[in-house]
């Protein structure tokens, strides 16, 4: 959810500089069920143009109606959405509003630790009724020091609290530059990750080739910035060039990725494995169990778009802990 707040903070700024006001909206509590879970949020502007959402589509409108009256007293509130009567979801959402307007401490604190790629936290003040109650209201904890949106908020033994760790975007790093690795990039791009794109300076590749991508990494295998991999990090390896992908192979060897794919038929694999163990006799080949190779989940995925949405999916798979599998042969909930 860190990549939909740094959307919502880079809007505020656009309205900022136009003169605009902007609540902040925040799910921090559900009973039953619901199309997204408690911590989502969106930014609802004086002009009604939204950034994020907090559902499939339904309950923004009451938000939008709702918000108008913390824009007009500069209080924070909260309001309820009941979805049994509505929706098929079930559900009561609890939805805090709070006038989002971070002094330049809070930016330039949330900019920092949004580069560093640290972790920060969020809590929230809320309380399950409807209204104007005192105190409500986000906390942000970034490098151990606080910051409150509302400036005289205190923290209120009698108010709910909704917790919320916010680690550091999730990135995937593509290392080769064929077009099915800019089919690979749009989709993560389209989710929200930071994407960066590996390749070697023969191939005279741009960052226009691959439009959107926070970086391109234009060097030889070995100069590879694999400090930049952290466990927020999937790697899939795409060169389609078998002596590339056995340097890179090399290369990362000592990373620790979230997710690690290898794209190609088993038999390529298995012989990139062989080779590369002839090569270097001496290292340590454990990292090969940790490689998703087929890259992909099996759905029959043809073309270039769709190869992108089966190891997508699959890394999601992966950092998720989950078993795949069609949603209606689950016999617990959706979000269980």
Request: hydrophobic letters at 40%; one cysteine or more.
């Amino acid at each position: 959810m860190t990549h939909e707040l740094k959307k919502i903070v880079k809007q505020h700024l656009v309205y900022k500089a136009h003169g605009l006001q902007s609540v902040l909206a925040t799910v921090v509590a559900l009973d039953g069920s619901s199309y997204r879970r408690p911590g989502v949020r969106m930014l609802i502007c004086e002009n009604g143009e939204l950034t994020g959402a907090v559902s499939g589509g339904c309950v923004e409108k009451e938000i939008v109606f709702q918000a108008s009256t913390v824009f007009a007293s500069g209080k924070s509130k909260m309001m309820t959405y009941d979805g049994r009567f509505r929706l098929g979801c079930e559900g009561i959402l609890y939805i805090l509003l709070e006038p989002f307007a971070p002094d330049k401490s809070f930016l330039d604190a949330f900019e920092t630790i949004i580069d560093q790629r640290k972790p920060f936290s969020i809590t929230a003040q809320y309380l399950k009724e409807y209204g104007e109650h005192e105190h409500l209201g986000s906390i942000f904890v970034i490098a151990g020091k606080e910051y409150h949106l509302e400036p005289k908020q205190k923290k209120e033994p009698k108010l709910e609290l909704f917790e919320q760790e916010m680690l550091p975007s999730y990135k995937l790093v593509l290392v080769g530059g064929e077009h099915d690795a800019v089919q690979l990039s749009q989709l993560a791009l389209q989710m929200g990750w930071e994407v960066k794109v590996c390749t070697v300076p023969e191939e005279e590749k741009t960052l226009t080739d691959f439009p959107g991508i926070d970086a391109l990494w234009n060097t030889q295998p070995l100069e590879m910035p694999v400090a930049q991999i952290d466990e927020q990090t999937a790697v899939v390896l795409m060169t389609h060039s078998y002596v590339k992908d056995l340097k890179y192979l090399f290369a990362l060897k000592n990373t620790a990725p979230m997710y690690f794919g290898l794209l190609g038929p088993s038999k390529r694999r298995e012989k990139l494995f062989g080779e590369f163990i002839d090569l270097y006799p001496d290292e340590d080949y454990d990292f090969f169990d940790t490689i998703h190779g087929p890259a992909g989940l099996n759905i029959g995925a043809e073309t270039p778009e769709e190869i992108a949405i089966a190891i997508l999916s699959e890394i999601l798979a992966v950092i998720r802990n989950q078993e795949p599998m069609m949603l209606k042969d689950k016999q617990k909930g959706i979000h269980h």
